[in-house]
Nanobody, 125 residues
Framework: QLQLVESGGSLVQPGGSLRLSCATS????????IGWFRQAPGKEREGVSC????????YYADSVKGRFTISRDNAKGTVYLQMDSLRPEDTADYYC??????????????????WGQGTRVNVSS
């Protein structure tokens, strides 16, 4: 059974860092793109970052570019999202998702078939 499990969410002060993990099982990670999405209360789900099987050009939303870094360890079946210089507006539930797609100029939820349950990030002083 294909599963994705996020972890690493927490309460952090503005300017701080967190590393989110997306542990996968039940499928060969090498063949899938992994996207990170977030949803803040009262807002639509937003595509944050994406890394595909080529790992050549990860995608980052403008709102996180230069602060977030996505990486993957296929051997461990895990994808990471390193989040630095966190801001209050980064507060949201963060989800990872898997899909047989490629990262282009955006990361679209409809292109991802399998989703985790989410992990909460709260950036507050």
């Amino acid at each position: 059974q294909l599963q994705l499990v996020e972890s690493g969410g927490s309460l952090v002060q503005p300017g701080g860092s967190l590393r989110l993990s997306c542990a996968t099982s039940g499928f060969i990670l090498n063949y899938y793109a992994i996207g990170w999405f977030r949803q803040a209360p009262g807002k639509e789900r937003e595509g944050v970052s994406c890394i595909d099987s080529s790992e050549v050009s990860p995608y980052y939303a403008d709102s996180v570019k230069g602060r977030f870094t996505i990486s993957r360890d296929n051997a461990k079946g895990t994808v990471y999202l390193q989040m630095d210089s966190l801001r209050p507006e980064d507060t949201a539930d963060y989800y990872c998702a898997a899909g047989k797609t490629y990262c282009g100029g955006s990361v679209v939820p409809d292109e991802y078939d399998y989703w985790g349950q989410g992990t909460r990030v709260n950036v507050s002083s």
